[in-house]
């Protein structure tokens, strides 16, 4: 089993910068894939941006060039966003594949004037 937690969601303007943490309970090298979910009220969940064990990182075509999925050290995994925006609004979910997939809580980032 993998444990996931998120935090650095809130409120920001416009235009602003946050930096999303995701703290694994084991080392994110044994973990297939670590990755950033996203979910809208009245959307369906959608993919963000994803990091393997390589290194190797791909994101949704809404989010490149302004955010940045990255790892740490072992634990933690980052989603650095910059350049927010209102349809940036949403709550944010980490997702790691350790045979079965798994979640974290979520954290409500909210992009507002």
């Known amino acids: 089993q993998v444990h996931l937690v998120e935090s650095g969601g809130g409120l920001v303007q416009p235009g602003g910068s946050l930096r999303l943490s995701c703290a694994a309970s084991r080392t994110i090298f044994s973990i297939n894939t670590m990755a950033w979910y996203r979910q809208a009220p009245g959307k369906q969940r959608e993919l963000v941006a994803v990091?393997?064990?390589?290194?190797?990182t791909n994101y949704a075509d809404s989010v490149k060039g302004r955010f940045t999925i990255s790892r740490d050290n072992a634990k933690l995994v980052y989603l650095e966003m910059n350049s927010l925006k209102p349809e940036d609004t949403a709550v944010y979910y980490c997702f790691a594949q350790y045979g079965a997939g798994y979640w974290g809580q979520g954290t409500q980032v909210t992009v507002s004037s």
């Open positions: 990091i393997t064990p390589g290194g190797s």
